[in-house]
């Protein structure tokens, strides 16, 4: 039941990429979840190797590849267990916002950097009072000649304080329309009045950096505005899909990661004498997760196909999100009871990719948002 066609080229990718986990990563994973936060090196590393920024087009210094690499650095990542470098929110949800409404100029400065790991990027949007009601955000920008001026705070930003370049969502107060007085605009680390503030403790992604953000009088030049004046929200609209989707395939990564290494522990691990497989009510445990994990990835996969012929798949996209985050939720809560006391045990892999989990039915806007944008197409 292959839905994608993957090309022997995509497969070498996926190859080299798992390699370079291997051997770049996994075994720094438990260093950097006790300090907090990735060393920029591994970003450096990554672009080195060409695996940020796949799809940014030739002429940008990328390689202009397919979604499919996108994918299967989603995947691969979340393979290695490892939620602290955040590949696919940079090139995949971010990054895609300077490709489609950057400026020449704009993509000429900041995209070049962005593939090498010299750039790492964060996007910022959500407030201290504004999560889910993103129109509802106060940090404004205000024009003075031909600067504007940002002030506000932002909360729960990934990669807050490793960031060199910070897409900030921020309201211009002299507009009454809420969705369009907001514009993003391109922040640079370093900028007089921008500072990164408190890192955030976590129940997991340890070692990613989530941080909030200050702007205090931040002044910026105009020309760092994406986009036309107005098209704020209107373009975070138009990368939902993508943003979702990306979601949708890391959870389902997950979900098929914990699985995998719960079936190899269950024949592993006897009690009573026998392996726990060989008890009825496990392997029913294992069927069960087995079949919605098969019915979770034929629908991404579907919808991957769909987002790759440029099919507005907006709807399927949020369905898949809330649905195969909740599951891949219901996957790890099962899987690290078939490990019993090991599962709570930072040394057994099920144990962070639970803990890592939990969060993506949170980001990416709350499965409760998907359903209310659910049940508005549907005209409920
Ligand atoms: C680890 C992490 C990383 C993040 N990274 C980023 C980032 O890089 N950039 C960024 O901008 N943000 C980021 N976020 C923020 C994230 O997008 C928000 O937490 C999320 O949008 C929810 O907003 P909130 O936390 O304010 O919750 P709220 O909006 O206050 O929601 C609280 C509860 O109310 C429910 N609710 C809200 N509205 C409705 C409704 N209309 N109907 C029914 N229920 C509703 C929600 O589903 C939720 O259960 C991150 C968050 C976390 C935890």
Not at 1 to 8: G, R, S
Not at 40 to 51: H, N
Not at 65 to 75: A, H, P, R, T, W
Not at 77 to 84: E, H, I, L, Q, T
């Amino acid at each position: 039941m292959n839905i994608i066609p993957y090309t022997a080229e995509h497969n070498i990718f996926r190859e080299s990429l798992r390699k370079f986990l291997d051997k770049e990563i996994v075994s720094h994973v438990e260093e950097w979840e006790e300090a907090g936060i990735v060393p920029r090196s591994i970003w450096k590393k990554m672009g080195e190797q060409g695996f940020l920024g796949t799809a940014v087009p030739e002429e940008y210094g990328g390689a202009g590849c397919d979604f499919l690499y996108s994918v299967i650095v989603g995947e691969e990542m979340v393979r290695a267990n490892f939620s602290g470098l955040t590949a696919s929110l940079h090139s995949d949800i971010i990054v895609p916002y300077i490709t489609t409404f950057g400026s020449e100029a704009q993509k000429q400065k900041y995209l070049p950097g962005c593939v090498t790991g010299d750039i790492i990027t964060a996007v910022a949007m959500t407030e201290p009072n504004t999560g889910s009601d993103l129109a509802a955000m106060k940090t404004t920008a205000v024009e003075d000649g031909d600067d504007i001026i940002l002030n506000g705070q932002k909360t729960f930003i990934s990669n807050g304080i490793n960031c060199d370049l910070c897409v900030v969502a921020a309201k211009d107060p002299a507009c009454s329309d809420p969705h369009k007085a907001v514009d993003l605009y391109l922040v640079e680390a370093g900028t007089p009045g921008f500072e990164k503030g408190r890192q955030i403790k976590k129940i997991g992604w340890h070692s990613q950096d989530t941080s909030e953000l200050y702007f205090t009088d931040c002044r910026i030049p105009r020309s760092n505005r994406l986009g036309e004046k107005g098209t704020g929200f209107l373009n975070l609209m138009l990368k939902l899909q993508q943003e979702r989707l990306v979601c949708a395939i890391g959870a389902m990564a997950a979900a098929e990661f914990m699985l995998e290494i719960t079936v190899k522990y269950c024949k592993e691990r006897t009690v009573f004498g026998k392996p726990i497989s060989k008890f009825q009510v496990n392997q029913f445990a294992i069927v069960e997760m087995a079949t919605e994990i098969k019915l979770g990835r034929t629908f991404v996969d579907k919808l991957i196909m769909d987002h790759m012929e440029g099919l507005n798949v907006v709807i399927e996209t949020s369905m898949a999100k809330y649905w195969i985050t909740d599951m891949a939720n219901k996957v790890a809560d099962r899987c690290l009871q078939l490990h019993g006391g090991y599962g709570y045990c930072d040394e057994y892999g099920i144990s962070r990719a639970w803990r890592d989990i939990r969060v993506t039915r949170i980001f990416a806007g709350t499965n409760e948002i998907m359903k209310v944008i659910i049940a508005r197409f549907m005209g409920l």
